[in-house]
């Protein structure tokens, strides 16, 4: 029996195949993300961060992706009551205001909206875009990795398999 | 319906479970060992977070406790966790033990430390290179000694380790000595045959004995039926309580669920600290309570780690180079709970962090704060959820308190235990020390779900410990 998880099936909006989101989430996530990355170093669209966030989702194929669905269906209605718009229609500024006000220091729906930060954060800074915003060396660009290090490397890696197979026999 | 057989078949391919399969297979019994999650080469890991950790981690690494304060990072891949851990072989505290024998464990320390000695030979283990330990790491070994303390360095598994400090998404290098290029591939050696992306359903059981296994295999869920002689649960704390709930088996499991709370703290520097250039994790500091790391993940986890929002988490990452990381680990109460919830069909973690266990991250939060600024940091920011820093001791003393509700920080575990705790009293254990499934003949778990609490310190060579005990008895029983 999956209760929460069926209702909420039913009650989303249907995904298209290869998708993790309905349109519909997505356009959310996209909202999110345009608030969230202010400030941040990466230059970098908030589609594609929404769709780093997907790619995310369809990778891990969680059991529990759908409490993703469910977060974005919360922050696009929990505006309702406050300001008589959703969360996506609401301009930049009144987001980045309640991301301010609500978000960050808010009661326990603004708590759990609030965890919208981690997946676009992984959305942004897992995107190749911030190694060069944020001065991080990818291993292949580091000193330790340079062309005279990687037969070190190389005999590392060789001695690990002589050694593997020399105790597996 | 597919049928197989074997002597022993072990659930789970992580760190108990490889050992487990491995002392079987060279005993020469038929050996089947089944993973739920995928096979993943050396050659395919690469270091590409935004993938790789939705590929290896449990439920694409967003598994939490149902009060949503609390990461659980658990390995989903054949290896497990092990694959995915630092490979840290700290040995615990001899009171933990004398804490298991009170709850009616048959252990003490010195059984366990013998046994961890054997793995930490069997997968040559040693403490950091010098020139694997990073900059970041020397700040914070330099702040401790400064305040006249003495951190440790680590003794890891990690082969001839070349510090590229991508340890928690795999080793693209194939030096780490994790369950799959250890333990794992010397069971397959001597015969053991692994099948992946395999989910087991459920263990049938009748009058004490374990039957056969249910299973279901690969995306098109091909039904696979195991017949053994010994079933062996290693599907890691959570996982394998999961399995026994699911199978009907309810005494005692579930129970006892704890972990080692996590929190960082980053500190900045004024020079470049470059912690991602380097073993992630080398360096270690026990104190009341709590345990220091010095760590640095690759920048995807690096983003998650990092306190603020907007403009103040912005600038941070802006000077990534200049960043140092620190976690607060602290053992949590044993009042956790694994349920099968008929709201989500799927096993629940039930855990409140407790404000003891939240006194204990923040002691050392205090002292990482205190570490890192004696080693020269500018700032360090506390792990709130919104930024809150603090550039002298001075200002971090005249804070009361840091934080108050586990809701105002960020709290992770890599390290679950406990959910079949160890115990000779059926009344209280779900396994006794032999690790046998109290009221079952030929059913036992090896992992850290059979901790009676938490050990406070990174858990595999306690698991490797247990697990070893545990083998002859198994092998016996098949």
Redesign the interface.
């Given at each position: 029996?999956?209760?929460?998880?069926e209702i909420a099936y039913r009650a989303l909006p249907r995904v298209r195949p290869g998708c993790a989101l309905s349109d519909w989430e997505w356009r959310v996530l996209v909202a999110a993300a345009e608030?969230?990355q202010?400030?941040?170093?990466?230059v970098i669209t908030k589609e594609k961060i929404a769709d780093?966030v997907e790619?995310?989702?369809i990778?891990?194929?969680?059991?529990?992706?759908w409490?993703?669905r469910v977060l974005l269906a919360l922050i696009e209605t929990a505006t309702l009551a406050r300001t008589g718009q959703p969360f996506s229609r609401l301009s930049l500024e009144r987001r980045?205001e309640l991301?301010?006000t609500r978000?960050?220091?808010g009661s326990t729906l603004w708590?759990?909206c609030?965890?919208i930060?981690?997946l676009v954060?992984?959305g942004?800074?897992?995107?190749d875009a911030?190694?060069n915003?944020?001065?991080?060396?990818?291993?292949r660009d580091?000193a330790?990795?340079a062309p005279e290090q990687s037969v070190r490397?190389r005999r590392?890696?060789l001695?690990?398999?002589v050694?593997?197979s020399a105790?597996?026999? | 319906m597919r049928r197989e057989t074997a002597d022993v078949v072990v659930v789970g391919s992580g760190a108990g479970g490889a050992l487990i399969a491995w002392q079987a297979a060279r005993a020469g019994l038929r050996t089947l060992v089944l993973e739920r999650g995928p096979r993943v080469p050396t050659e395919s890991i690469s270091h590409d977070e935004l993938r790789m950790i939705p590929r290896l981690y449990k439920d694409g690494g967003m598994q939490m406790t149902t009060s949503l304060d609390l990461f659980i990072l658990q390995g989903s891949c054949v290896g497990g966790s092990s694959l995915l851990s630092n490979m840290v072989l700290l040995r615990a505290d001899p009171s933990v033990f004398a804490e298991w024998r009170a709850f009616g464990a048959d252990i003490d320390a010195d059984r366990v430390f013998s046994a961890c000695q054997e793995s930490e030979q069997e997968l040559r283990a040693k403490e950091p290179e010098p020139g694997n330990i990073s900059e970041s790491t020397r700040r914070f070994v330099r702040g401790a000694e400064q305040l006249g303390l003495s951190p440790h360095w680590m003794l890891k598994a990690l082969g001839d380790c070349v510090g590229c400090g991508q340890c928690n998404i795999g080793c693209s290098f194939g030096t780490k000595q994790s369950s799959q290029l250890s333990h794992l591939a010397w069971a397959e050696a001597a015969g053991a045959r692994v099948l992946d992306n395999t989910e087991v359903v459920s263990i049938d059981q009748r009058a004490g004995t374990a039957r056969w296994l249910e299973a279901r295999v690969g995306r098109a869920q091909e039904r696979l039926r195991v017949y053994a002689r010994v079933v062996v649960i290693a599907a890691g704390a959570i996982g394998s309580s999961a399995l026994l709930l699911r199978s009907g088996i309810r005494r005692n499991v579930g129970t006892r669920l704890s972990f080692n709370a996590a929190s960082a703290v980053t500190a900045e520097f004024s020079e470049r600290v470059d912690g991602f250039d380097g073993d992630q994790m080398t360096s270690y500091l026990t104190g009341d309570g709590w345990l220091l790391e010095a760590s640095h993940n690759p920048l995807m986890s690096a983003a998650l780690t990092t306190p603020g929002w907007g403009a103040d988490h912005g600038r941070q990452m802006r000077r990534t180079r200049h960043l140092a990381y620190v976690g607060s680990i602290a053992p949590t109460r044993a009042s956790g709970r694994v349920v099968l919830s008929p709201w989500f069909g799927h096993e629940e973690v039930i855990f409140r962090v407790s404000e003891r266990d939240l006194l204990a991250v923040e002691g050392g939060v205090r002292q990482a704060a205190r570490i890192l600024l004696a080693g020269g940091a500018t700032q360090v920011a506390l792990p709130n959820h919104r930024l809150r820093v603090v550039r002298s001791e001075a200002e971090l003393e005249r804070l009361p308190r840091l934080f108050t509700s586990s809701r105002e920080i960020s709290l992770g575990s890599a390290h679950p235990q406990g959910g079949n705790p160890m115990s000779e009293d059926p009344e209280r254990g779900a396994v006794n020390s032999r690790l046998r499934v109290h009221g079952y003949d030929n059913l036992f778990v090896c992992d850290a779900s059979v901790f009676p609490s938490s050990i406070g310190v990174n858990p595999l060579v306690t698991i490797f410990a247990v697990s070893r005990l545990a083998a002859p008895h198994i092998v016996a029983a098949a």
């Open positions: 029996m999956r209760v929460l998880e608030v969230i202010q400030g941040s170093p990466v780093n790619t995310f989702l990778e891990g194929s969680s059991r529990r992706a409490r993703v980045c991301v301010a978000f960050e220091r708590w759990l609030a965890k930060r981690y954060l992984l942004i800074y897992g995107d911030a190694v915003a944020t001065g991080y060396v990818p291993v580091r330790r990795f490397l590392s890696r001695a690990n398999q050694m593997e105790r597996a026999s | -």
